[in-house]
């Protein structure tokens, strides 16, 4: 089914018979647990509805491609400040996906230390829940909550809540300039503890990373005269030689971090996911490498672990082990290892029992995306 309208979207879910696969620019299929359901492709809603920079404010359909939303905002020096990711190098895909899919997966590139994710930026969302009614919640201004904040709900469901055909973001003002202090460090703990202390100064480091064989990476962002005053300063705290990244090559750099281009490995590789406490990530990197040769970036100032090894080899209980209280998502793998493997970190027994009432609340009969995110969903 392809809707072209909200109408048409609710009719056609009201009198299914059948689960549908949702899919807006089809980037990320190769994220989460194969769906095997009718297509329900909602590649129509992908017009700008409004755009009001004076207000910071952008409301487009769900299916707006992110390379022109951000090609948009370029116009008039404004960005998404939770800077989404494009994965299509990642899924061999030929789009970098849309403004609905960043909020579904809810998504967030190296800025999430200083911005937060796309849940953090959302202002409303306009779908069709699973009897066909539809929802519109939010407004194009902030405003408090009562009950659930729906919007925010969303953020992270993958698409098995709500048939999403509009979204309103707040957007922020781009920086006028960026640098990058790039400080050579030999090893996981040595560029956590660097990190830290970057992440803790005066500075105002809005991204901090770390590539095997380039170093720890500190980003600085703002008017040409603070960027250089603070880069000055962080170099002087830091007591380590560095070299300094103009705008250029910064941006390049911290492109292939969100991109996780980055990242060394096979077309075949598994790639993971793993969120932990920023002073875990060397324990976790440590007790992993006594078992499996893997390759690896960190990103989020030690919070992000992105890990690739061979597919052929079964380390999900390794990982979710090490990670622990953290969690693990398998992001990459085959469609046949994901359709037996838990993809998404299993959860525990209360908060699986809350996630099955919301499922219910907004999808009773299972109509979006089942299976997506954990079997009994």
């Not at 009719?11 to 994220?31: T, Y």
């Amino acid at each position: 089914m392809k809707p072209k309208s909200l109408a048409e979207l609710a009719e056609g879910v009201a009198g299914a018979r059948a689960p549908f696969a949702l899919q807006g620019a089809g980037s990320k299929r190769g994220l989460g647990r194969p769906v095997v359901a009718e297509l329900l492709d909602l590649s129509a809603f992908n017009a700008v509805i409004a755009y009001e920079p004076e207000e910071l404010i952008l409301e487009c359909g769900a299916a707006a491609r992110l390379k022109d939303v951000q090609g948009l905002l370029n116009k008039q020096g404004q960005m998404l400040a939770f800077e989404p990711p494009d994965f299509s190098a990642l899924f061999s895909s030929k789009h970098a996906g849309t403004l609905g899919g960043a909020l579904m997966c809810n998504l967030a590139g190296p800025r999430r230390l200083k911005a937060g994710a796309a849940r953090d930026h959302v202002l409303g969302a306009t779908g069709v829940n699973g009897t066909g009614e539809i929802i519109k919640a939010g407004a194009r201004v902030v405003k408090n909550v009562t009950g659930y904040d729906v919007p925010r709900l969303l953020a992270g469901s993958h698409g098995t809540l709500m048939a999403l055909t509009s979204v309103i973001f707040k957007v922020m003002p781009r920086p006028e300039t960026e640098n990058t202090l790039l400080v050579p460090c030999g090893n996981e703990a040595s560029a956590v503890a660097l990190m830290a202390k970057a992440l803790g100064s005066s500075c105002e480091v809005s991204a901090a990373a770390y590539v095997p064989g380039q170093g720890v990476a500190l980003r600085l962002e703002g008017i040409d005269v603070s960027v250089a005053y603070r880069r000055a300063k962080l170099a002087t705290l830091l007591e380590a030689e560095s070299q300094v990244l103009e705008a250029k090559a910064s941006a390049s750099l911290w492109q292939a971090v969100r991109d996780v281009t980055a990242l060394p490995c096979q077309p075949s590789d598994c790639i993971w996911r793993i969120s932990v406490a920023p002073q875990h990530a060397p324990q976790v990197i440590a007790a992993l490498r006594q078992q499996f040769a893997f390759t690896f970036i960190i990103d989020w100032g030690g919070g992000l672990i992105w890990l690739a090894h061979n597919e052929n080899q079964d380390h999900a209980a390794a990982i979710r082990a090490a990670a622990s209280p953290g969690h693990a998502t398998l992001f990459r793998a085959s469609e046949a290892t994901r359709a037996t493997a838990q993809v998404f970190q299993p959860l525990p027994p209360a908060l699986a029992a809350l996630t099955q009432r919301v499922k219910q609340a907004f999808d009773q009969k299972g109509q979006f995306n089942p299976g997506r995110m954990y079997p009994e969903l």
